[in-house]
C-alpha cells in the first residue's frame, strides 16, 4: 500500500504543478478526481501504521 500511496501522491503534485502552470481544465479536473482518492488512502494507510497490535488469540481447551 505505501507505493500506491506514493504513486498516487506524485500524480496529484504532478497535475497539480501542471493544472497551474496550463490552466487547462483537463488537467484542473483530473487533479480534483485525484486527490481525494490520495487524501483517502494516505488516511487508510496512516491508520494502518497507528493501530495497536492485536493480542494473539488464547490456544483452545482441552476436550476431556
Known amino acids: ?3 500506491a ?6 500524480a496529484s503534485l504532478f ?3 501542471v493544472g ?3 490552466a487547462d481544465p483537463g ?3 483530473s487533479f480534483a478526481a485525484a ?3 490520495t487524501l483517502l488512502q494516505g488516511f487508510r494507510l496512516l491508520c494502518r501504521w497507528t493501530e ?4 494473539a488469540p488464547a490456544p483452545p481447551l482441552p476436550l476431556r
Open 20 to 22: 497551474i502552470r496550463t
Open 1 to 3: 500500500m505505501p507505493p
Open 27 to 29: 488537467v484542473i479536473r
Open 52 to 55: 495497536p497490535e492485536q493480542p
Open 15 to 17: 497535475l497539480l504543478v
Open 35 to 37: 486527490w481525494p482518492l
Open 5 to 10: 500511496v506514493t504513486l498516487l501522491g506524485a
